[in-house]
């Protein structure tokens, strides 16, 4: 009985560091959007769903799950360019609940537009590695395991990214002060542009990763969104390590907790988790000091 007890806690532990990544893909980008902009977007869950649906037709046509996750990433982020353009740059400086309420629209009008176009019934995408290996007393499929490494590869990616290149320069030294940056000749439109890009394909990747595990549907952004912002919370607001720790805990919380009560109730330790952090830690556990 002990043993089996120990082999369900690896395997959740295990289930917890991937669903954690996938969360913690989804509130990076959100993090990240931001960060640089200070929109607060409602809509983010959206582009990991349309990531996911994209990813699920471009792999029925083509046969490659790893193509697919292009063409998804690809799409997303030129659907991100167009959104940041056509809709949140006319309404840049006004009242934030402007912002608020055009990300909501924008939320609601793509999950009609998805169940209008591909219906009501779930998409099934199969595993592109169906192997298995042993991990102490049982076996793990090697994909969770695989999906791992690419959310830690985007992630080192991206620190390199944003420390190492030009671009990365410009988008720290916005996060930092948009106004001074502007000053100083670097092209904010252009970073809030392609910030939000970025924060769109990183979700429509999480997106496609997740699709073999937990299938794609269109309220599957509901579903992840509202983790999501207790992450971005929890973590920090625009701090992009903040929310990548905080995501891996939240996680190995509700996952761990689930061992012994329903998944269901397991949930509500995330929820204790934020308002224990708004109550002794309010800026999160890896705030950043922005000047506007």
Known sequence: MQEHLIQQ??????????????????????SLIFGIMDVVNFAHGEFYMVGAYVGWFAIKYTHNFWLGLLVALAFVAL????????????????????TLMAMFGLSIFTQ????????????????PL????????????????????????????????????????????????????????????????LTFALGAGIAATSGVLVAPIFSVYQTMGLSIIVSAF????????????GSVVAAILVAELQTLSSVWISPTYAKVFSFLALIFVLLFRPQGLFSISKRR
């Open 79 to 98: 659907a991100g360019i167009l959104v940041e353009a056509f809709t949140l740059r006319p309404i840049r400086g006004r009242d934030p609940l402007y």
């Open 130 to 193: 169906a192997t298995k290996i042993p991990f102490f007393a049982f076996e793990y499929p090697l994909y969770r395991l695989i999906v791992v490494g690419i959310a830690f590869a985007i992630f080192i990616f991206f620190w390199l990214f944003l420390q190492k290149t030009k671009y990365g320069v410009w988008v720290r030294a916005t996060m930092q002060d948009n106004v001074m940056a502007s000053a100083m000749g670097i092209p904010v439109k252009l970073v809030y542009t």
């Open 112 to 127: 009609q537009l998805i169940l209008a176009i591909f219906g009501p019934l779930a998409k099934e995408v199969k595993e």
């Open 230 to 241: 207790i992450v971005v919370v929890i973590g920090g607001l625009g701090s992009l390590q």
């Open 9 to 30: 806690i690896l395997m959740q532990a295990l289930n917890g560091l991937v669903w954690g990544m996938i969360i913690a893909l989804v509130a990076y980008g959100l």
